[in-house]
T-cell receptor, first 116, second 109 residues
């Protein structure tokens, strides 16, 4: 149980385009989903926290107009990187908190974004 | 300022050795401490600790939390090459998660 999927697993896009990443909890309802970014050989950096049906809470320094987060249902959150630039290239990981098991979070497999 | 510090940053051991990884923290509204194993992709959940002194165990891995001294340890006994990974410690403070930089463990045959 407690499986989180992300789609796509890898995406290459051109500078200036937008990319949408989906995060789904497959066998549980997620009250809260988290979006992280990870640079090579570095730890996870929390970008934003999203609760179903409400606006995401962004961490300091994360541009909310650039990284659009939508948490439309208890099993789906999306992160859209708008007008992507090469410096947005990174590994994006989502995690979901199981509504039935508070405090535990389960990670998706991650999405490798490369902006050329 | 909330922070999580892991030590050592990296560790190289031989198969069969026992290792202890450390995680200390300073947060304002502690709720839980979590350990993750990260290989090439996203982290996988190992343990969640909320109470002091209660050891959590899974096979060769075990972990314990000391809320008075604000630290946790992750022990791995009889290490195997498959244990090679980065081990991340995260502390939940309110609705925020703070991650340490991780300990990179390499187990050589």
């Amino acid at each position: 149980g407690a499986v989180v999927s992300q789609h796509p697993s890898r995406v290459i896009c051109k500078s200036g385009t937008s990319v949408k990443i989906e995060c789904r909890s497959l066998d549980f309802q997620a009250t809260t989903m988290f979006w992280y970014r990870q640079f090579p050989k570095q730890s996870l950096m929390l970008m934003a926290t999203s609760n179903e049906g409400s606006k995401a809470t962004y961490e300091q320094g994360v541009e909310k107009d650039k990284f659009l987060i939508n948490h439309a249902s208890l099993t789906l959150s999306t992160l859209t990187v708008t007008s992507a630039h090469p410096e947005d290239s990174s590994f994006y990981i989502c995690s979901a908190e199981n509504r039935g098991l508070p405090y535990e979070q389960y990670f998706g497999p991650g999405t490798r974004l490369t902006v050329t | 300022e909330d922070k999580v510090v892991q030590s050592p940053l990296s560790l190289v051991v031989h198969e069969g050795d026992t290792v202890t990884l450390n995680c200390s923290y300073e947060v304002t509204n502690f709720r839980s401490l979590l350990w993750y194993k990260q290989e090439k992709k996203a982290p996988t959940f190992l343990f969640m600790l909320t109470s002091s002194g209660i050891e959590k165990k899974s096979g060769r891995l075990s972990s314990i939390l000391d809320k008075k001294e604000l630290f946790s340890i992750l022990n791995i006994t009889a290490t195997q090459t498959g244990d090679s990974a980065v081990y991340l410690c995260a502390v939940r403070s309110g609705n925020q998660f703070y991650f340490g930089t991780g300990t990179s463990l390499t187990v050589i045959p």
